[in-house]
DNA sequence: GATACCAGTTTCCCAAAGGATACCAACTAT
DNA sequence: ATAGTTGGTATCCTTTGGGAAACTGGTATC
């Protein structure tokens, strides 16, 4: 809110902050794919172009370790494990929101 | 600005592409300590906590290349390097701002 | 009986990112 | 003379991120 009246070292270490939760190629793509109802692991590696099960697997535990995503496991015959993206998670949306929207425009751009 | 009417594997993309220009840990930093008015190669270092020259020497081209700064060399005595933020960069704004947010909100969170 | 689905794990590997330390030439202030 | 400033380089090293391929045990389908 009030950005205007921090110090650039302040700036800087909240922004670096924010990439340390974010960082890496894959750990917004999954939350995106969960949060839009790919609930199930194979779900999401489907909804996540080019992700390998090992990747997910990992990501999803480090997600999950920062209180970003949450795992439910039910015991049913073939047994069914569902995945949520926690309120945490959700306040997370103007940032992605900001990055689709640059991403969206970058692509025009370049493709000027 | 339509961002509903995209699908998950858009967005994915989209956030993707915008995580690829303002990947790693440093390219941000750099780019709010500049157009922060830090210009001189030894102000950013300085506005900078803890990057070495060789990084923030290798992260500058980078940034040059993409076109996200621009490197002036004024011919005095001691010699000048002025760098400088190109209006694509600026155009990372609100991108960074809702960073700058959550980031320090983030904070905020982990010492309740 | 063979194949496929589920939710992952295991092993082995490579490339990129990042960091520590030292150094350079030219100039200036003490 | 000595130390500090300027804008960087050079060398070496460790960590991390990511990827390919195969495999697991249980169930269900063809």
Redesign the interface.
């Known amino acids: ?1 009030h ?1 205007d009246e ?1 110090t ?2 302040q ?9 340390y ?3 890496g ?1 894959w750990k ?2 999954i939350m ?2 969960i949060s ?1 109802g ?1 609930s199930r692991f194979r779900e999401i590696q489907r ?3 080019d992700i390998t099960p090992k990747i997910l697997s990992k990501e999803l535990k480090e997600l999950k370790t920062n209180k970003l995503v949450m795992r439910k496991v039910y015991d049913t015959y073939p047994i069914t494990v569902e995945y949520t993206v926690s309120s ?1 998670c959700k ?2 949306k ?14 025009v ?1 370049v493709a000027e």
Chains 1, 2 share one sequence.
């Open positions: 809110m950005t921090l650039t070292q700036k800087i270490k909240y922004v670096q902050d924010t990439l939760v974010i960082a190629k917004l793509p995106i794919a839009f790919h909804a996540v172009p945490y306040s997370l103007p940032v992605v929101d900001e990055m689709i929207n640059w991403g969206q425009n970058h692509r751009k």
